[in-house]
Every structure is written in structure tokens, then in C-alpha cells.
């Protein structure tokens, strides 16, 4: 769909009745979109845990009615007020409230603010960087959060949880091409082959994490990469080493953390907290810049699965579920 004249175009629409949600595919007009100063030709989103949210119902992510899904945009600029976006330019849009007060990228065109666009790596093709979209981006801050709290490969081992999802498994590339030794924590028996591709050199059970453990545990892990939150969270932060790092991105087991003060006052262990939507420009350029010499492209096409726009209702259930593994690009011109 490269022509920026097109009379029509497919959006999935979210739109709040009294009856309740509906979601469903709409033909838009370029008159529809919004005001905003950057026109794209979107090729490709992703299926991030919070779209399966917001297409479900299950969680009101979208805070705006109507409001076109997705998190994620790839595309090329067809036309921009502002003379730094020139046509053709290949530009993402991870987070900025796409889905949730601003129209997302479940769309074939959308008008985006240009503050919100980072150029696409030379590095990378429109789909691989739909393949990497927030959670790959938000596994980069998570790696870039543990370098900044000191961790180093030779610091000892650190631990990734949800190890097979989206942000767990670019965590898991990323941890171990940087020379990391990664124990990824996984609920999917059949997932050690994929993450043991990925580098990780040893495993646990997800439920192990899960109960409730005591406030102060041996010592395991230089740094952590949680994507699980709650009691997962809490029993990594009794683990994690003295000056250790833990990066929190994530609440797939919970939004709770019962924990106590013992593992900071004692240890010394910081809890970073890391977040994608809003984190300024500066810092997302740094991300990708860091994705595009870090991530290994084979590793990446090994966690990534395409599929249209068509498919998203049986696509949402399913990361709901926790039946995708790695990353699935959104394919919105099928
Ligand atoms: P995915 O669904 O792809 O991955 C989540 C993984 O967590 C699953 O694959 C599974 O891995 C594990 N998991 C699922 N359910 C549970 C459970 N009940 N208890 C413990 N583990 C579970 O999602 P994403 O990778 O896209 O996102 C991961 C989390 O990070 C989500 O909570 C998401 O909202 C959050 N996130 C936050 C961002 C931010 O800016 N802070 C940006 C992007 C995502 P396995 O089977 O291997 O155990």
C-alpha cells in the first residue's frame, strides 16, 4: 500500500457503547485520522501482552473511544510537516500511548506525532523491527538498566523470567551475545530447546519463583530481568546478590510485590523499574542504536512469527493464554 492516495484503508477499531465493547474492522478514510503531522504507510505492529489486553477487554487499555489498536508502528513516512521525516524515511513508534489516548498501528495508515518516531536502524528491515517492537526495545532498557547498576558478565549469573516471552526472549539473546551466563526462568516445558538457542545455559521451573519464599534467600543473582512482577519478583529480589540489579518491566504473574525492605537495606540491591510508553526520545535512539550492534539477527529471526492483521482475535487470546512464544509481527496489509 505505497500510495499515499489511497481512498480507503483496513483499521481494527475499539469503540465503547453502553453495551460494551466493540471490536472490529473498520474502512477508514485519510479524513479520519488524526490531526497529527507525520502521515505513514504502515507495514507491520506487533502482538504485545497489552494488546491482547485491550483487544479482549480484559483490562481497559484503550482510555480514548474510538481508538484504533496496537501498540506498535513500522513504516515509511509518506509525507511530514516537519522537514526532518522526509518520504521514504523507514520510522517506529513503540508506546507513546498508541492504543491507549492516541490511534496505535493495527491500521494500513496512520498520522503520528514526528516527536514520537525513531528512524529504523540501516540495520534492521521494517520487519524485523516489528519483530523487535516494545518488547524487545523494553528487554534493551532492561539490559541497558543492569549495565548502569554495575552488572557485568563477569558479575555472575543473572536471571530472566517470563524467559519464552516477548521481552523475556530478546532479554535472553541480548544477555548472553553480551557474554552473560542467563538462567532463564520458564512455565513452558517445551520451551528449553528455543531458550537454550537463544543461550541460556540453565533453567527453572516458573513455579518455583512463584510461591512465596522467605524475605532473605542465598545469594544467586548478579542482575535480573523480571517480566512476572509479584511473588516471582519478590523471591528474585531475596536471590539477587549483594549490589546486585534487578530491572522490573513486567506484571504477566501480578501487579503485586510482596516483599520487604531486607533485600535493599541489607544487600544493597537496586530495583530498577523500566518503562517503554513514556521513556524520552534520547533514550529509546540509545536502545535501538544498542539493539542494531547487539542483537544477533539470527537469534531474532528464530523467536519471530508473521501473521496478518486478520488473525488478531485468536492472536490476542492466545498471549493472553501465554500460547505465543517470542515475538509476533503484525503483518496489517493481510
Ligand atoms: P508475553 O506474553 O510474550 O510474555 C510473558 C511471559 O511470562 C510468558 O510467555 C510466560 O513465559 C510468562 N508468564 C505468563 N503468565 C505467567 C504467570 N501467570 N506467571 C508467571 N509467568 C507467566 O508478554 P511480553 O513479553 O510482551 O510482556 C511481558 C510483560 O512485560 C507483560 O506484563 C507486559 O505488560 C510487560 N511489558 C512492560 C513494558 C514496559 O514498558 N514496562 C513493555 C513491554 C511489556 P514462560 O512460559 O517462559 O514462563
Avoid at 32 to 51: F, G
Wanted: charged content about 20%; hydrophobic content about 45%.
Amino acid at each position: 500500500m505505497g500510495d499515499a492516495a489511497v481512498s480507503t484503508f483496513r483499521a481494527l477499531v475499539i469503540e465503547k457503547t453502553d453495551a460494551g465493547n466493540i471490536v472490529e474492522f473498520r474502512d477508514l478514510t485519510l479524513a479520519d485520522l488524526p490531526d497529527n503531522d507525520t502521515l505513514i504507510d504502515v507495514r507491520y505492529s506487533s502482538l504485545n501482552y497489552k494488546d491482547g489486553l485491550a483487544i479482549t477487554g480484559t483490562a481497559p487499555i484503550a482510555r480514548r473511544s474510538p481508538m484504533v489498536a496496537g501498540a506498535d508502528l513500522v513504516g515509511v513516512v509518506l509525507e511530514s510537516a516537519v522537514p526532518d521525516w522526509p518520504a521514504g524515511t523507514p520510522v517506529t513508534v513503540n508506546g507513546w500511548g498508541l492504543s491507549e489516548v492516541h490511534w496505535g498501528g493495527y491500521t494500513q495508515r496512520q498520522r503520528v506525532r514526528s516527536e514520537w518516531l525513531v528512524r529504523v536502524p540501516d540495520a534492521f528491515t521494517l520487519e524485523q523491527a516489528a519483530a523487535i517492537g516494545t518488547a524487545g526495545y523494553t528487554a534493551m532498557l532492561c539490559v541497558l538498566a543492569l549495565e548502569e547498576g554495575g552488572v557485568t558478565p563477569e558479575s555472575g549469573d543473572v536471571l530472566v523470567t517470563g524467559a519464552s516471552g516477548g521481552v523475556g526472549s530478546v532479554a535472553v539473546a541480548l544477555l548472553s551475545s553480551l557474554g552473560y551466563r542467563v538462567v532463564a526462568a520458564t512455565g513452558s516445558a517445551d520451551a528449553q530447546a528455543y531458550l537454550s538457542g537463544l543461550g541460556a545455559a540453565e533453567f527453572i521451573e516458573r513455579a518455583t519463583l512463584a510461591e512465596k519464599g522467605r524475605p532473605f534467600q542465598a545469594e544467586r543473582w548478579a542482575g535480573v530481568v523480571d517480566t512476572v512482577g509479584s511473588t516471582t519478583l519478590a523471591n528474585a529480589l531475596a536471590q539477587t546478590k549483594y549490589g546486585g540489579t534487578v530491572a522490573a518491566c513486567g506484571l504477566a504473574g501480578g501487579n503485586d510485590l510482596p516483599t520487604t525492605v531486607l533485600p535493599f537495606i541489607l544487600r544493597g540491591v537496586r530495583l530498577q523499574g523500566v518503562d517503554s510508553v513514556m521513556a524520552p526520545r534520547a533514550r529509546r535512539e540509545a536502545a535501538w542504536a544498542r539493539l542494531a550492534r547487539d542483537l544477533d539477527q539470527a537469534k531474532l529471526a528464530s523467536i519471530t512469527s508473521v501473521e496478518p492483521l486478520s488473525n488478531i482475535f485468536d492472536l490476542a487470546q492466545a498471549i493472553l493464554r501465554g500460547e505465543t512464544r517470542g515475538r509476533v509481527v503484525i503483518d496489517v496489509n493481510r
